[in-house]
T-cell receptor, first 111, second 116 residues
Framework: KAGVTQTPRYLIKTRGQQVTLSCSPI?????VSWYQQTPGQGLQFLFE???????NKGNFPGRFSGRQFSNSRSEMNVSTLELGDSALYLC??????????FGSGTQLSVL | GENVEQHPSTLSVQEGDSAVIKCTYS??????FPWYKQELGKGPQLIID?????GEKKDQRIAVTLNKTAKHFSLHITETQPEDSAVYFC???????????????FGKGTHLIIQP
């Protein structure tokens, strides 16, 4: 069974640009969550989608948004990038809304 | 919101010895406590989890204990091996209730080093 796939693996952007990250969950998983990981703040919850609906959102500004498609694939978008947005963005899928299976992440560098 | 404290931040043990990582949480409503292992260049991998109605759970060399009264839980790894070297994260969340996942609140992580 294929795991969670995140693309791209690495991204380099400049301040003010926007970026879209993609996540394909494990087949059959309808819940997709996104987390930001930085050395200073650790792992922080961004948002969670289930059946194309955002069910909860963490404490991040409105520049961070996401969506989920009918095939459960998900994208997250960050607009007007800031230096502090440099981080590893992790996507996780779940079958039972408890056990999360993470992808390898997208490493975003903002210059 | 929930706050999870994790200690120690770095733990070095001799191969074959045991390792213990401790976490405390603040929200008494939290009822699900997973542990994740993250290796370099990879995402976190679930290694064991426990719900609040259980005091202890074991899976081969790893075990987790939960003390609801004190609001702390611990990860125990016995007979440590070189492949156990990684960063370990504890987490807490409120699940069930039909309100949807509130997301996991993670500890800051413990870098476990197994000395040969």
């Amino acid at each position: 069974k294929a795991g969670v796939t995140q693309t791209p693996r690495y991204l380099i952007k400049t301040r003010g640009q926007q970026v879209t990250l993609s996540c394909s969950p494990i087949s059959g998983h309808r819940s997709v969550s996104w987390y930001q990981q930085t050395p200073g703040q650790g792992l922080q919850f961004l948002f969670e989608y289930f059946s194309e609906t955002q069910r909860n959102k963490g404490n991040f500004p409105g520049r961070f948004s996401g969506r989920q498609f009918s095939n459960s694939r998900s994208e997250m978008n960050v607009s007007t990038l800031e230096l502090g947005d440099s981080a590893l963005y992790l996507c996780a899928s779940s079958l039972d809304l408890e056990k999360l299976f993470f992808g390898s992440g997208t490493q975003l560098s903002v210059l | 919101g929930e706050n999870v404290e994790q200690h120690p931040s770095t733990l070095s043990v001799q191969e074959g010895d045991s390792a213990v990582i401790k976490c405390t949480y603040s929200d008494s409503a939290s009822n699900y406590f997973p542990w994740y292992k993250q290796e370099l260049g990879k995402g976190p991998q679930l290694i064991i989890d426990i719900r609040s109605n259980v005091g202890e759970k074991k899976d081969q060399r790893i075990a987790v204990t939960l003390n609801k009264t004190a609001k702390h839980f611990s990860l125990h790894i016995t007979e440590t091996q070189p492949e156990d070297s990684a960063v370990y994260f504890c987490a807490a969340s409120i699940t069930g209730g039909g309100g949807g996942a509130d997301g996991l609140t993670f500890g800051k992580g413990t870098h476990l080093i197994i000395q040969p």
